[in-house]
Structure formats: structure tokens, C-alpha cells
């Protein structure tokens, strides 16, 4: 690891949304607003978009964690924040487009960022929340975490959640969790493919971010291409996946990391790694 070690003391924003780094790179951002169900505000998705830029730029943040405070992971887009845009003059289009295309840029952003993000979730995320979690790379989940879309149960099908839900589960779980708006457990969860384990309540934390520093100890080059390579690959055909992985990984074994990484396996020692 090159990049500098530091810890950072904790910044907060005023939209609710707290930063922390350890000296080992692993970024936490925690959604700090519990009154608030940890609704997606447009503050919030503003301070989540502005951090993430951010944070892709920094090269002492090897990992991101993403948590929670309170009973509720996220309650999803802030519906008081709805309700009172449709007393506008065009009933609220504006605003609901805005709205949406800022969490989808959001959203688009933790997949395209460098850096891999684990989602630790205790309580409930529902909606744009249980979205959220969906697009996250990696999601832990407390024992007593509940996950669910309702929008089917107030007239508002959860169609933006669906772009994720449908690419990280089955078709057929993504359709049960967006045709009924049932809320499903945590091992349920697992079941379905929306978070990969379930620890004990109160644990998710600790589990994300011990998952974090494995990631974290390994070359950044190495995840950063791997990470970009999944996600382009997972929309091609099975003909041009392959040509591209094979792409990548031509590029990846030119890489200094990658000859380190070899040689130290062959001389049965710890790789050095310089992210390049």
C-alpha cells in the first residue's frame, strides 16, 4: 500500500451524511439521519454524489463502507419532500424527474466508482433504500435487517429500485419483492441474492469493514480493473465478454502490480504492491 495512511477525524454535512477513514483506506460513510428514516433526500443524494466524487479521486480510500444510524437503514426517497412538490404549478414533474435522475446518477456512481462498496445494513431498508443496498458491490446484514420495495402497497411501483434488484437477484425473487412489497427477512435476503451473509444484529458494521480491510491489503490496480471489468462485462453477449475480459487482462498482466504479485507467489513471500 503507497498511498499515505492516515485517520481522519469524522466529517459530517449538513445533509446528515458522515465521513470516516482508517489508516488502512477503508472509507466509511454513515447515513446520519435517523429522524429522518435516513430518507434520500435531495440533500442526501447531493452529499452522497459530491463524496463519492470525491472519494474517487482519493487514493488513501481503498474501500467504502456504507451504514446507518438508527432502526432504518433507509426509508427511500423522502416522500414529505414528494408530497409537498405536488402542490407546484406542473404537480410536481419537475421535481419528480429531478428527484429521480439525481438518485439514478447516484446510484450509477457506486458502480463506476474505483473502489469497491459494502453495504452494512441493520434495520430496515425499503425502496430506494433497499435499492440502495441492491447496487451496493458487496451487502452485509444484521441478523434482524429487513429489506422490501412497497411502492405496489401505495400506488407507486417501485420501478428505479427495479433497475437494481433486477440485475443482483433472480427474476422471479425480483419480481415476488416488487409485486407483493412483502418485507423479507435478512436470511431470506441471502437466500434471494440481495446481500451475500448474515451475522449477528449489531454486528454488520464490524463485518463490512473487516471485509473492507481484506479488500483493502490487496493491489488497488488490480481491484480497480477487476471491479470496471465486471460490470462491463455483465452487459455484453458471452462472445464479446470474452474478448473484452481477455482484453483486460492482457492489460492487467502488463501491469507492475500483477508481475510483483506473480513473482512474490513464486518466491513464497508477501507481494509489495505500488497500485500501478
Request: proline fraction near 4%.
Amino acid at each position: 500500500m503507497t498511498a499515505a495512511a492516515r485517520a481522519d477525524a469524522p466529517i459530517s454535512s449538513p445533509s446528515g451524511l458522515r465521513r470516516e477513514v482508517r489508516p488502512d483506506g477503508v472509507c466509511t460513510l454513515i447515513l446520519a439521519r435517523p429522524q429522518a428514516r435516513n430518507a434520500l433526500s435531495l440533500a442526501m443524494l447531493d452529499a452522497l454524489t459530491q463524496t463519492l466524487d470525491a472519494i474517487a479521486d482519493d487514493r488513501a480510500v481503498r474501500v467504502v463502507v456504507l451504514a446507518a444510524e438508527g432502526p432504518v437503514f433507509s426509508s427511500g426517497h423522502d416522500l414529505k419532500e414528494i408530497t409537498a412538490a405536488r402542490k407546484n404549478a406542473d404537480k410536481g414533474s419537475a421535481f419528480f424527474e429531478d428527484t429521480l435522475a439525481r438518485c439514478a446518477a447516484m446510484m450509477q456512481k457506486i458502480v463506476a466508482l474505483p473502489q469497491p462498496v459494502i453495504a452494512a445494513v441493520e434495520g430496515v431498508a425499503t425502496a430506494a433504500g433497499c435499492q440502495l443496498v441492491a447496487t451496493c458491490d458487496l451487502a452485509i446484514a444484521g441478523a434482524d435487517a429487513k429489506f422490501c420495495t412497497p411502492g405496489v402497497n401505495i400506488g407507486l411501483f417501485c420501478s428505479t429500485p427495479m433497475v437494481a434488484l433486477s440485475r443482483n437477484l433472480s427474476r422471479k425473487h425480483a419480481m415476488e419483492m416488487l409485486l407483493t412489497g412483502d418485507m423479507v427477512g435478512a436470511e431470506e435476503a441471502a437466500r434471494f441474492g440481495l446481500v451475500n451473509r448474515v451475522v449477528a444484529a449489531g454486528q454488520a458494521l464490524d463485518a463490512a469493514q473487516e471485509v473492507a480491510a481484506r479488500i483493502a491489503s490487496k493491489s488497488a490496480l488490480t481491484v480497480k480493473i477487476g471491479k470496471r471489468a465486471f460490470y462491463a462485462q455483465a452487459e455484453m453477449g458471452l462472445v464479446d465478454a470474452y474478448a473484452h475480459c481477455s482484453r483486460v487482462m492482457t492489460e492487467n498482466l502488463l501491469a507492475r502490480d500483477s508481475a510483483e504479485g506473480i513473482s512474490a507467489f513464486i518466491e513464497k513471500r508477501a507481494p509489495e504492491w505500488q497500485d500501478r
